[in-house]
């Protein structure tokens, strides 16, 4: 299995910040890297597929960059609604494996 | 699209977990999509259970053990899991998610179930 760490586990911010979360692969994963937010109680939802493609109907402040092995969520200007826990997974090879997560808060 | 999951609760250890997902405004027999189920346990992070595809084909996290199997009901539009022989690790909210096959978006699950509780408890 393809092991994803992220960095830090935990943030906080305020509204109007630029907030940045790594991910990170075990091995070469292209650019098979998806990145979702979760609010408590909810299911995931997909914010940036493909490392940097933005889901329809996901605010343009988000934003996913890198390739390989190594990956990056940035939000601009941190808006009240952004507080949520976010999750990177790799699709390159099954079992797909997601990281631990970040939690960003006030 | 909507992704919607059923089944019981409690379970005991030893018995066999079924959930079922009913999906609405698609069809699972797209060529387009898996239909995946994945799990977390309360507090914790998100584990990739298996997909199935419409042909029938099925890939499974080994993780488990060969205990999951994934199956499909086109005349129902509906798909379910079943993990047999559950202890308490099993215990986690389980999702069912719709993840793109094709070249371009391999892979996301960008639609997915609210999830479903299930609690393994003697």
């Known amino acids: 299995d393809i092991q994803m760490t992220q960095s830090p586990s935990s943030l906080s911010a305020s509204v109007g910040d630029r907030v940045s979360i790594t991910c990170r692969a075990g091995?070469?994963?292209?650019?098979?890297l998806n990145w979702y937010q979760q609010k408590p109680g909810e299911a995931p939802q997909l914010l940036i597929y493909a490392a940097s493609s933005l889901h329809s109907g996901v605010p343009s402040r988000f934003s996913g960059s890198g390739s390989g092995t190594d990956f990056t969520l940035t939000i601009n200007s941190l808006q009240p609604e952004d507080f949520a826990t976010y999750f990177c997974?790799?699709?390159?090879?099954?079992?797909?494996?997601f990281g631990p997560g970040t939690k960003v808060d006030i | 699209v909507q992704l919607q999951e059923s089944g019981p609760g409690l379970l005991r250890p030893s018995q066999t977990l079924s959930l079922t997902c009913t999906v609405s405004?698609?069809?699972?027999?797209?060529?387009?999509?898996?239909w995946t189920w994945i799990r977390q346990p309360a507090g914790k992070g998100l584990e990739w259970i298996g997909r199935m595809y419409s042909s029938g084909s099925t890939d499974y996290n080994p993780s488990l053990n060969n205990r999951v199997s994934i199956s499909a009901d086109t005349s129902t539009n509906q798909f379910s899991l079943k993990l047999r022989y559950v202890t308490a690790a099993d215990t986690a909210v389980y999702y069912c998610?719709?993840?793109?096959?094709?070249?371009?978006?391999?892979?996301?699950?960008?639609?997915w179930g609210q999830g479903n509780l299930v609690t393994v408890s003697s």
């Open positions: 997974q790799q699709s390159y090879s099954v079992p797909f494996t």
């Open positions: 998610a719709r993840e793109c096959r094709i070249s371009g978006c391999y892979g996301r699950a960008d639609y």
């Open positions: 091995q070469s994963i292209i650019s098979y």
């Open positions: 405004g698609g069809s699972i027999n797209s060529g387009e999509f898996y």
